[in-house]
Every structure is written in C-alpha cells, then in structure tokens.
T-cell receptor
Framework: DADVTQTPRNRITKTGKRIMLECSQTKGHDRMYWYRQDPGLGLRLIYYSFDVKDINKGEISDGYSVSRQAQAKFSLSLESAIPNQTALYFC??????????????FGPGTRLTVL | EDKVVQSPLSLVVHEGDTVTLNCSYEVTNFRSLLWYKQEKKAPTFLFMLTSSGIEKKSGRLSSILDKKELFSILNITATQTGDSAVYLCAVEPINDYKLSFGAGTTVTVRA
C-alpha cells in the first residue's frame, strides 16, 4: 500500500468552481506539504504544515487554502479555480530525524485541468 | 529569495553513455541539497548532500557537493533506458524546513 495517497488523481473542472484535493499518509510524519509542478518551473511550494495546529504559506499560496484535519490528512482547496491553476499537484510528507535534514516523500500527484 | 538552477534543461544520450547533471544554488544558510528522480509519477529521493567533497554513490549514480562554489553534480554512468526521467535538485536552508526545487533536467536514454 502506498504511504502517501492523493485523491483524485485526475480532475477536470471549470473556471470559478471550488475544488478540494486530498492527501493522506500512513508514514506517521508530522510535516506535510503541497506543491504544484509546471513545465519548466519545477516544484513550487504552496502551503506546508509542521503539525496539526501549524499552517504556513509557501511561495505561491494566493488562490489556495489548506486544512490539516489530522496528522495524517492535509487538504488543498482552490476556492474559485482559474485556468492558470492547471498543473500537477503533489502532496509530500517528512519527518525530522534529530537535527538532520529530513527528506520528503511524495504522493502520486493530482493532475488538475481548469477550463 | 533562494534560487536553484539546473543545467542542462534536457539531454538525449545512448545506452552506455555517461551523463553529468549540474545544479547551482543561492540559498541563505544552506543546510542540504537533495536529488530526486521523477519518472511519470512522483519524485523519488536519490541523495542528500550536506558536506562538501564527499561523494554519495548508489549503483551507477553518484553525486558530489561543492559548498564553496555552490553547486552539485549528479553523474550517471553506463546509462540504461530506465534512467530516462526528470532529475530534480532541491536545496534546504537551516531553520526553514522547506525545499526549493530547480526546474529539473530531462534525461532521455535511447537504446
């Protein structure tokens, strides 16, 4: 079974619609992240959460919101989708091993198309 | 603002060739640099580099970091078609557990 799952895997929607992307993890990690990936731009951080009560904006948070419902669940919402939010969205998790850098484990991605 | 630049953007090689991918960065208070491999799905972790001059190896892949010149290279020797992927470089600063990713290098290995 996958450690990090995302639903839906593919979604096509229309401009102005509200969309929620969900992420669940069984790794027991405290930290969860949402990225979007666009061709030629790499992965860009939207929001991240270090525990259930902690939510932080990333570099491109405008037009998005998140909810950390539990340690294992982190949802990304597009309140009113627009075409330039068409992208591949990844959820990731990580844990901190002492003072060492953590590594992030990625979900399979959600391909979102906004018409 | 942290900046990660990868080069080349893409390359095509034949099986058996060696490829060298570059990643240069500008980051305040560097902690680590990570390499990921992304096929038609989520990125998978390859290496984490924190110290200058120490090579990390995994089979035909190896990577090294130069903290003075602010870059890292990823080498793939005796390439195989299964090495075809996008290779992503990311850096993490101290006291800020977020990764900044480069745009990636697309490697295509032809039989």
């Amino acid at each position: 079974d996958a450690d990090v799952t995302q639903t839906p895997r593919n979604r096509i929607t229309k401009t102005g619609k509200r969309i929620m992307l969900e992420c669940s993890q069984t790794k027991g990690h405290d930290r969860m992240y949402w990225y979007r990936q666009d061709p030629g731009l790499g992965l860009r951080l939207i929001y991240y959460s270090f525990d259930v009560k902690d939510i932080n904006k990333g570099e491109i948070s405008d037009g998005y919101s998140v909810s950390r419902q539990a340690q294992a669940k982190f949802s990304l919402s597009l309140e009113s989708a627009i075409p330039n939010q068409t992208a591949l969205y990844f959820c990731a998790t990580s844990d901190l091993l002492g003072v060492s850098t953590d590594t992030q484990y990625f979900g399979p991605g959600t391909r979102l198309t906004v018409l | 603002e942290d900046k990660v630049v990868q080069s080349p953007l893409s390359l095509v090689v034949h099986e058996g060739d060696t490829v060298t991918l570059n990643c240069s960065y500008e980051v305040t208070n560097f902690r680590s640099l990570l390499w990921y491999k992304q096929e038609k799905k989520a990125p998978t972790f390859l290496f984490m580099l924190t110290s200058s001059g120490i090579e990390k190896k995994s089979g035909r892949l190896s990577s090294i970091l130069d903290k003075k010149e602010l870059f890292s290279i990823l080498n793939i020797t005796a390439t195989q078609t299964g090495d075809s992927a996008v290779y992503l470089c990311a850096v993490e600063p101290i006291n800020d557990y977020k990764l900044s990713f480069g745009a990636g290098t697309t490697v295509t290995v032809r039989a």
